[in-house]
C-alpha cells in the first residue's frame, strides 16, 4: 500500500517522470559556483572599518534635528500649560447681590416685606425705594414678596410712607436688627 493509495486524485507517475525530463532538457545545468562569481563582481566592494564610521555623518544630521524638535515639543507641553494657568487670577465665586447673605449687610436697619403692585413700574418702585432709604435685600420670594432693610430711626415713617404708596400692595414690619 502506498500513501496515494487513498488519494481521491492519484498520481500519474509517468506524466511526472515526463514533465521532469522535458524541463531538463529546456533548462541548461546551473553552476552555482560559477553564479557566484558573476554575483560577486556585481556587488560592492567591501568598505573599510574606518569608512564605515564616517558614514555617520550622512544620518546624523536628521537624527539631531528630530530629537531637537522632539525636545521642544516636550518643553511646550510641559510648561507651556503651567505659565499660562498659573498666571490668571482665579474667577470670583458667584453671589447675588439680592440673596440672603446681604441682610446682615446693614446693622441698623429694621426688615420690612413688601409685595409690589403688578401694575407698578420698576422706575417708581427704585423712586420710592430712594425716598423712604430702603434697600432690597432679598427677593421677590415665591408668594412675590421683597425683604427691605429701612434704616431703624425712620422705620415707622418709612413703613407708613410704604402702606400709603399706591405701587405697594401690602407692607408689614418683619424686625429690627
Known amino acids: 500500500m502506498t500513501p496515494h493509495d487513498d488519494d481521491p486524485w492519484p498520481r500519474d507517475d509517468a506524466f511526472s ?3 521532469k525530463a522535458h524541463w531538463q532538457t529546456r533548462t541548461p545545468p546551473l553552476d552555482q559556483q560559477a553564479a557566484w562569481q558573476r554575483l560577486k ?3 560592492p566592494a567591501p568598505r573599510s572599518p574606518l569608512a564605515r564610521l564616517l558614514d555617520w555623518r550622512a544620518w546624523w544630521p ?3 534635528a528630530f530629537a531637537g524638535g522632539a525636545a521642544c ?3 511646550v507641553v510641559a510648561f507651556l500649560p503651567h505659565s499660562t494657568l498659573d498666571t490668571q487670577a482665579p474667577a470670583p465665586a458667584f453671589q447675588a447681590l439680592s440673596g440672603p447673605s446681604n441682610t446682615t449687610q446693614r446693622t441698623d436697619a429694621a426688615l420690612v416685606q413688601v409685595a409690589f403692585s403688578q401694575q407698578a413700574r420698576m422706575a417708581d418702585v427704585n423712586a420710592l425705594l430712594v ?3 430702603a434697600v432690597v435685600v432679598d427677593g421677590p420670594s415665591a408668594l412675590g414678596l421683597f425683604t427691605l432693610a429701612v434704616p431703624s430711626g425712620s422705620a415707622a415713617a418709612a413703613l407708613a410712607e410704604l402702606q400709603a404708596s399706591p ?3 401690602s407692607a408689614a414690619k418683619v424686625s429690627d436688627t
Do not use: F, S
Open 131 to 133: 425716598r423712604v432709604g
Open 41 to 43: 563582481t556585481q556587488l
Open 62 to 64: 536628521p537624527v539631531m
Open 167 to 169: 405701587l405697594v400692595e
Open 17 to 19: 517522470r515526463h514533465l
Open 73 to 75: 515639543a516636550l518643553l
